[in-house]
């Protein structure tokens, strides 16, 4: 893949309004931290060129919410979004804007790894090892949430990004799921504009109930001897990724970096055709 100049253009657009959202600014210290014994996950933050395109995502597709937001960093571009849950502490997400120069091209090595990423998971068929690194969301119900991410009735700025950016695909959101737990939840996976892999977890018996309504767009659950055999191998060595990634880094010339990323498929799990040449830089 190219390290070029305008990698991940920024699209960006207003973040959209939901009144079942909490404020959007923080303006005091939160509540939880007057908690003595209090400690508690925070947010997790993701760098990104363009965040208020990531934050959209969150909460056109994920079902979170703009904010809260401290005022300090309105000026860099940041977003933050939470989920709409009204407790002491709800989780969020912190999207960073990436280093660009005055006309807006990357200047950001971490552009080129999620350019990378994107290029490894392609569409995220088969599994690869990569996408073990993802964070994981809660809900009580997600069906909503999964059926439009199924049936791609999300915004067409997203779509055209993963377009773009994901080797074949043809402009559909990226998923994998349900996968069925033993302990009663279904785990189902999707791609984030800029390769980033969440996982969405709900109980299983709402999930199903939604299916046995007749509800669309619900794909049946399938188990993880299907997704990802070596989960299943009694801890017997084995691959545990569908597909081979080798990446050398060199450093040619002062201030540069080559990053050469080489995709090996198998019968099991070929590569597409837009792979070649497998090696790429």
Sequence with gaps: FALLPGLFPP?????????????SE?????????????VGLRHV?????????????AIDALGLCPGPQTEDFRASNMQWVTGP?????????????????????????????????????GSLAPWAQWMDNHLCIGYHDATDLISRIVSNEVSEDFLRWYASNVPGNGGTVPWVGPVARRD??????????????????????VYEAARASGRAGLPAPT???????????QGQPGDIATRSVLVRWGHPAANATSVELTLQGSVEAPLPSNYVPETQR
């Design 11 to 23: 699209v960006t657009a207003a973040l959209p309004h939901r009144p079942d959202c909490p404020a």
């Design 85 to 121: 849950s009204r407790t002491t502490s709800p989780f969020k997400l912190h999207f960073i804007p990436n280093a660009r120069s005055a006309s807006g091209e990357s200047r950001s090595y971490v552009d080129a790894l999620n350019a990378m990423t994107t290029l490894i998971e």
């Design 45 to 57: 933050a993701i760098a990104v060129a363009d965040p208020p395109l990531a934050a959209r995502f």
């Design 223 to 233: 188990t993880w001897d299907k997704v990802r055999p070596a989960f299943t191998m």
């Design 26 to 38: 923080q303006v005091s210290t939160p509540g939880e931290f007057l908690d003595a014994g209090y």
């Design 184 to 205: 009663g939840v279904y785990q189902f996976y999707v791609m984030m504009p800029f390769g980033h892999l969440v996982e969405l977890q709900q109980p299983a018996a």
